[in-house]
């Protein structure tokens, strides 16, 4: 990502970390731009010529206008996975393994990957990063739990995985969570999937709701953006130089 914001500004382009969009501004029809805040700024609007949505879907009905019921419609009826993940930092190796799928309903969580069975540990100062992952609905209780209580509940089966694990190997852990981690994809999907062009002109759309019959993954999202960029561009009649 940061090779990629690099580019962005070797271009001419500008690339804002931390910036919160409150409101996608919209003139007669059209999108003229964002009320943003900057960090450490005061709320403000920037003028763009077209706007791309990237964020879940039900942020994006916070951010837009009111749009056609239609539209609209497929964009609250989608339901998401929540994601919680745990990672942590060992002073040696939990496995030699880098990905490992659970399916077993008495383990907590789903994956254990070790990123550092892939990765060389050098670049983590010779410490073994291990990442614990499960996916439950939003309104769980699992998703409302704090670091401290998903650490008390996932470690203990960390020795099933390697019985001579001792919690004493860890020597910091990480609690993330994140709500819209993965839509649910019913049947008929297909057929209420939003367009990347919405209704209003000039916004465009482009989340993990729309990949199908994939599931949602980086390079998807890398190919859509693409998508969506080259069909912005066709919009604006501009001639497409690189995108
Ligand atoms: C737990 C987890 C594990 C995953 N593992 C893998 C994997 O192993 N391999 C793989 O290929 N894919 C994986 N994915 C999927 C991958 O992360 C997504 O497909 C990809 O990140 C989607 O890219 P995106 O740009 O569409 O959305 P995101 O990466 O979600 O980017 C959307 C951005 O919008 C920002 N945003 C939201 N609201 C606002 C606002 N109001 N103002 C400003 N910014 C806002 C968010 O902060 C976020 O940075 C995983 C996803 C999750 C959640």
Not at 8 to 31: D, F
Not at 168 to 197: C, F, M
Request: aromatic share 8%; net charge negative.
């Amino acid at each position: 990502f940061d090779v990629l914001g690099e580019r962005v500004v070797q271009q001419g382009g500008n690339v804002h970390l931390s910036a919160g969009v409150r409101q996608i501004v919209v003139e007669e029809g059209t999108a003229t731009g964002l009320e943003v805040e900057l960090p450490g700024g005061e709320p403000e609007t920037q003028n763009y010529d077209a706007v791309i949505a990237t964020t879940p879907s039900y942020v994006f009905t916070r951010l837009a206008p009111p749009l056609p019921q239609e539209y609209m419609d497929k964009l609250v009826n989608v339901r998401y996975l929540s994601a919680v993940l745990v990672i942590l930092v060992l002073d040696r190796p939990l496995s030699s393994k880098y990905w490992m799928s659970i399916a077993e309903p008495d383990v907590p969580f789903v994956a254990v990957i070790e990123h550092t069975n892939m990765i060389d540990k050098a670049l983590y100062g010779g410490r073994h990063i291990v990442y614990l992952s499960n996916y439950p609905n939003p309104a769980s209780e699992m998703y409302q739990k704090s670091g401290e209580a998903l650490m008390e509940e996932f470690i203990p089966h960390l020795r099933k995985i390697n019985p001579d694990f001792d919690p004493s190997w860890i020597l910091e852990y990480h609690h993330h969570k994140v709500d819209g981690a993965q839509p649910i994809i019913g049947v008929n999907y297909s057929e209420s999937i939003p367009s990347h062009r919405t209704p209003i002109k000039n916004l465009y759309l482009a989340n993990t709701t729309q990949i199908y019959p994939e599931d949602r993954g980086t390079n998807y999202s890398v190919r859509m953006g693409r998508r969506v960029a080259e069909m912005l561009v066709a919009d604006s009649g501009h001639p497409n130089t690189d995108c």
